[in-house]
């Protein structure tokens, strides 16, 4: 049990200061709302429209789009660490990697999907 102390301990003191900076920061925060702090942010822009209206699917294609070749980056990084240890059996697998990525990228491209305006 005495293995476990440590663990209790911080377990406490995480039950004490969350709400103790919650109830102290309730007292302290300024109450006064004003109209512009309650609209919601649009990147500087007036808001016109309602926030629960509805948003292309332009914006969700482009968002994968980005992961897709974000997680690509993500995977090479190791692949660039280890290559000397890889040998050619590990520039083949990353050069398949990397050309079906390619064709991903070129289809998204022909698609459209890769187009701001539509």
Do not use: N
């Amino acid at each position: 049990m005495a293995a476990y102390l440590p663990l209790g301990i911080l377990l406490l003191i995480a039950l004490i200061i969350v709400p103790m900076t919650m109830i102290i920061g309730r007292f302290i925060r300024p109450q006064r709302f004003e109209v512009s702090k309650l609209q919601p942010y649009e990147c500087g822009i007036e808001v016109t429209d309602s926030p629960r209206g509805q948003m292309s699917v332009h914006f969700y294609i482009v968002a994968v789009v980005f992961l897709v070749f974000d997680v690509e980056t993500v995977f090479l990084f190791p692949w660039a660490v280890a290559f000397d240890k890889l040998g050619l059996f590990g520039f083949i697998e990353v050069g398949i990697f990397l050309l079906l990525l390619i064709v991903a990228y070129v289809y998204a491209w022909l698609k459209g999907a890769l187009r701001w305006e539509q």
